[in-house]
């Protein structure tokens, strides 16, 4: 069985600090024939649930508690049986959003076992307290969420997050990583390791 990884783009509305903003967002399905994670679970369950298929979710693990990347899912987990997943950091967020808690924690170096392979958890704080990124080294892929983009480090402008804080994740955690090493982003297009580590300063002159 081999494992793939899948994109679906869902679009709605991000909200915070008062503005609300049309959006699209990335939701990844990771997974084999016969079992998959959903990564974020962003403003509509149908899509997502058309990736999944008849695969057993193993998890829905969420890269952070923007609310444009956990509406949907109590709603995706109460139709999968699938335990939502979100580092506790971001409970403020989560809270602002849902009644309900998480089902579990996430916390750096956490792994799920996907279709005989790992996702290791990077606590990547910086956009949000809580915010990681999913690295799956057997593909050399590494889901970054709102964390990295291409081009750049996500938004520090708001509420709850750190221009600082987020470079010194991105730095210590994702750069360090094979230049090879394909980046899936929250929204938007595909990037590499190797494509943003040489700009570096460059963001940190642009953001100060």
């Known amino acids: 069985m081999t494992l793939r990884v899948e994109r679906v783009v869902t679009s709605g509305t991000f909200s ?3 503005g609300t903003w049309e959006v699209d967002n990335n939701v990844w399905v990771v997974g084999d024939e016969t079992e998959c994670v959903v990564i974020d679970a962003a403003h509509d369950v149908t899509p997502i649930l ?23 899912a109590p709603e995706l987990a109460e139709t ?4 939502v997943w979100l580092h506790p950091d971001d409970r403020v967020l989560w809270d602002a959003v849902h009644d ?11 792994r799920f076992a996907v ?47 750190d221009f600082g804080t987020i470079i010194d994740s991105i730095t210590d955690r994702l750069l ?33």
Do not use: M
């Open 50 to 72: 058309a990736a999944v298929g008849d695969r057993d979710v193993v998890a829905i693990l969420l890269t952070h508690a923007h609310d444009d990347h956990i509406r949907v």
């Open 16 to 18: 915070l600090d008062g």
């Open 115 to 161: 279709g005989g392979e790992e996702l290791e958890v990077l606590h990547t704080p910086g956009h949000s307290p809580g915010a990681v990124c999913f690295h799956l080294p057997a593909l050399r892929r590494v889901f970054t969420g709102d964390t990295l983009f291409q081009g750049g480090p996500g938004a520090t402008g708001r509420s709850y997050s």
């Open 80 to 83: 999968t049986e699938a335990e």
């Open 176 to 208: 360090v990583l094979p230049p090879e090493t394909v980046v899936h982003t929250g929204h938007g297009d595909d990037t590499s390791i190797g494509a943003e580590a040489p700009h570096r300063q460059e963001w940190i002159d642009r953001g100060h």
């Open 100 to 110: 309900q808690a998480p089902d579990g924690e996430l916390a750096d170096g956490q």
